[in-house]
């Protein structure tokens, strides 16, 4: 039985759109991840070889030079034929834990190596996971091979810590039976955690230290390579383990970097009335941010980190009158903007990678009585503007949600809510129910979802189960 350690790296981009991309030097690191990772499974007992799975691209070529320096053999393959899941079904998408390295990874290429070589099983671990714990993964292979796993997972860890096993009937049946799922980027990471067919799929429990601080510590992400940069070197060496880091100072570092989310209420002006909005009662001087000051924002957490910007608040984003300018200024990073959709310019909404309209109700007659000065009709138009210019469009267009803030006018009709735009969009809680690639018509919108109860005027301060969403 032999077992191949395949290091898996390609050029990283934001998994909002692959619209920024990320650094692509890991020189503040004081060591390449391949450097790190290959002196940490050095003389690892049980691994046969260490390898590099990597594309055939330009832009890999420093990799991959790299790795022929340091004497390993590189497995690179041709990216032409190879392509990306639906949005819906990326767990980035949803802000999950990420398996990056495997939710990218095209199946194809590592059905390729195992046609290449006779050997029994390969442990792929993604160059951004320099937290990978040597014991815990000597610990997981003993596992998958004593139980008979077709493959195994690490579970309780940190996003970027991860490795998984796979065993060589898996691979290659897939890469026989499924060439299609097998050239979508994550494609083989979808068959096993939603089976085509009864893989016995094993998970390692690591690590066993409870860390202080659940966090996005791949390699890749700014933050975490100035958390990297400013603790030494303890990640990097052989003997590395989670107990070192549950018990050091890293997570203090981590706060350093800037904020995650940064939410922005570009004006206070509204014509709605919303009966359960205090917007009305607040003793507030209309004003609007000063696109100055959003320039001065956009400049201190530049280098911070990778914040995501949610435009929000009492106000309609679409009444500030340089509302374009505002997000052309943050056009590199995640913008959520959220509208009641009573006026809204489509034309300025490239750099925004997610929309919500606040809808409320099902009918007019209850839209009314709730937004009291805003028209059913101007926002069933502009709905359906946005939804024709989604697809013609596609991904240069912002996803689409359908938002309703439950409180005690509507209440009755929030199941009424979840069962048409059910109609309409595909629930994350069917995704198994489906073939691969999807089996049906676009989406008119890409998610829905319930947010109450509202604890605005006129709210019930309870929560309620009902919640779906795409």
Not at 244 to 254: F, P, R, V
Not at 305 to 322: K, Q, T
Not at 356 to 379: C, F, G, H, M, P
Not at 393 to 403: A, D, V
Request: proline fraction near 6%; include cysteine.
């Amino acid at each position: 039985m032999k077992i191949l350690l395949l290091l898996y790296g390609e050029e990283k981009k934001s998994i909002y759109y692959n619209r920024v991309p990320f650094s692509k030097s890991f020189d503040n690191l004081g060591e390449t991840p391949l450097g790190v990772l290959l002196k940490r499974f050095y003389r690892l007992p049980g691994i046969d070889e260490i390898r590099l799975l990597t594309s055939d691209d330009e832009k890999d070529l420093q990799l991959r030079n790299e790795a022929k320096l340091k004497g390993i053999t590189v497995e690179a393959f041709p990216c032409d034929e190879i392509g990306s899941k639906p949005l819906g079904y990326q767990f980035e998408r949803w802000a999950l834990q990420q398996d990056e390295g495997r939710d990218d990874l095209p199946g194809v290429w590592l059905g390729e190596v195992f046609r290449k070589i006779s050997w029994n099983h390969i442990i792929l671990v993604p160059l951004g996971n320099l937290l990978v714990d040597r014991e815990a993964l000597l610990n997981g292979l003993q596992l998958h091979l004593r139980e008979g796993f077709d493959v195994t997972f690490q579970g309780d860890r940190l996003k970027g810590a991860g490795w998984t096993i796979f065993q060589r009937d898996l691979v290659l049946g897939l890469y026989h039976k499924h060439p299609d799922l097998m050239k979508l980027r994550g494609g083989i990471l979808w068959a096993v955690r939603f089976p085509l067919y009864p893989f016995k799929v094993g998970i390692h429990h690591t690590p066993r230290s409870s860390l202080l601080v659940s966090a996005d510590l791949q390699s890749f992400q700014p933050r975490a390579r100035r958390v990297f940069d400013s603790i030494g070197e303890s990640f990097s060496t052989p003997n590395f383990s989670y107990d070192t880091w549950a018990s050091g100072n890293w997570g203090e570092k981590y706060f350093d970097f800037g904020p995650e989310v940064i939410q922005i209420e570009p004006t206070n002006r509204c014509i709605g009335k919303c009966i359960y909005c205090p917007q009305p009662h607040l003793k507030r001087e209309n004003s609007d941010i000063s696109p100055i000051l959003i320039e001065r924002l956009a400049g201190e957490v530049e280098n911070l980190g990778s914040p995501r910007f949610v435009f929000s608040g009492l106000g309609e984003p679409f009444e500030h009158p340089l509302l374009n300018e505002l997000l052309f200024t943050l056009r590199n990073n995640h913008i959520h903007l959220s509208t009641a959709g009573y006026s809204i310019n489509s034309e300025i909404l490239e750099p925004v990678d997610i929309l919500t309209v606040s809808v409320d109700a099902l009918e007019s007659n209850l839209y009314k009585a709730i937004r009291t000065n805003l028209s059913w009709d101007i926002l069933y138009e502009n709905l359906q503007k946005l939804i024709s210019k989604k697809a013609v469009l596609g991904g240069k267009f912002p996803e689409i949600g359908i938002r309703f803030l439950k409180f005690e006018t509507n209440n009755d009709q929030a199941f009424g809510f979840l069962n048409y735009w059910k109609k309409v969009c595909t629930s994350v809680f069917d995704l198994n129910f489906l073939r691969f690639p999807l089996d049906k018509t676009e989406d008119k919108v890409q998610f829905y979802q319930i947010i109450g109860y509202s604890r605005f005027l006129f709210s019930l301060p309870e929560r309620h189960p009902a919640a779906r969403r795409r």
